[in-house]
């Protein structure tokens, strides 16, 4: 396959996620769906894995242990219950304010040289999540509505999650088998889940299971693990890691096309704004779409 087509492809199913998600979760309880999500995940990847598995040290292990903590735990939990508050199509565009998080993260842990230019444009990008985050106070009848804000902190509190899984795994992920890295993450990352999943299991029980919920466990378990990752990961292996980054792009554009005849949930003056001010901040910042100090820095999708 094309390894372009391979990441259009990869990167559509994680942009349609955050609608198909929030359509889950109004049958499915948050750490029900995170739980069968990474633990039956893993189970796939378990032959892939052991197929090439290699010895890790102890530093290797414990560097898993935080990507798994910071990607899986704390990004998943705070996503899903973001997504349980807020539009479904603020989750990617928040999400695509990572790189600005990175670069001040390079800057104060890995001595990469702030320039005027860069710093400007972060804080444009800044600008924009913030726009997207607290627009439910000053949008028409969501003013008084603080359970979007909320929702929107939550998807923000995610996106931190995921950026200080880049840098924890910054490099354990360039030497490990990467379906060896999954698999481990995915295990360690659904420990965490299992507490609030049997809580839940007292008000929730699969008997209960709907469409809703049975399409948001399948799509997360083998469409944007399964099939995603594959083919992300043989994209990665015949493209440059700079190029790659690019394509992450697409997944707002999913989101939307799946979120209007999904969730009713269409794109407000706000939004756009936010959108612009996002992806205009990091284009100044660069001089092209997507930032990463990539060769520092390993970009992981969980």
């Known amino acids: 396959m094309n390894p372009i087509l391979a990441l259009i492809i990869a990167n559509t199913i994680w942009g349609a996620a955050s609608p198909i998600f929030k359509f889950a979760l109004e049958n499915v309880p948050p750490f029900t769906l995170a739980f069968l999500r990474f633990f039956l995940a893993g189970l796939i990847f378990l032959p892939l894995a052991i197929k090439k598995w290699q010895r890790l040290s102890f530093q290797q292990w414990l560097e898993l242990f935080l990507?798994?903590?910071?990607?899986?735990?704390?990004?998943?939990?705070?996503?899903?219950?973001?997504?349980?508050?807020?539009?479904?199509?603020?989750?990617?565009i928040i999400a695509s304010s990572g790189p600005v998080f990175i670069y001040i993260l390079s800057t104060m842990f890995l001595h990469e040289k702030p320039t005027l230019r860069k710093s400007i444009g972060m804080f444009i990008g800044l600008l924009g999540v913030s726009v997207i985050v607290f627009s439910p106070f000053i949008f028409g009848g969501k003013s008084l509505e603080f359970g979007a804000v909320k929702g929107n902190v939550f998807i923000f509190v995610a996106t931190m999650g995921a950026v200080l899984q880049t840098l924890f795994g910054r490099d354990s992920l360039k030497k490990i088998n990467p379906y060896q890295a999954s698999l481990i993450t995915f295990f360690f990352g659904s420990l965490f889940f299992i507490p609030y999943f049997l809580k839940e299991m007292n008000t929730w029980n699969f008997s209960m299971l709907n469409t809703a919920g049975a399409v948001g466990i399948f799509w997360g378990v083998f469409f944007s693990s399964a099939i995603a990752y594959t083919l992300f990961y043989y994209a990665l292996s015949k493209i440059e890691a700079g190029d790659v980054g690019i394509f992450t792009y697409i997944d707002p554009v999913a989101a939307v096309v799946i979120a209007i005849p999904l969730l009713h949930e269409f794109p407000n003056l706000f939004y756009l704004l936010g959108s612009l001010l996002v992806f205009g901040g990091i284009y100044l910042a660069e001089g092209r779409i997507h930032w990463h100090p990539f060769h520092k820095l390993k970009i992981g999708r969980i």
């Open 67 to 92: 990507v798994a903590f910071f990607g899986i735990s704390l990004n998943i939990s705070f996503y899903f219950l973001g997504l349980k508050e807020t539009e479904s199509i603020n989750a990617p």
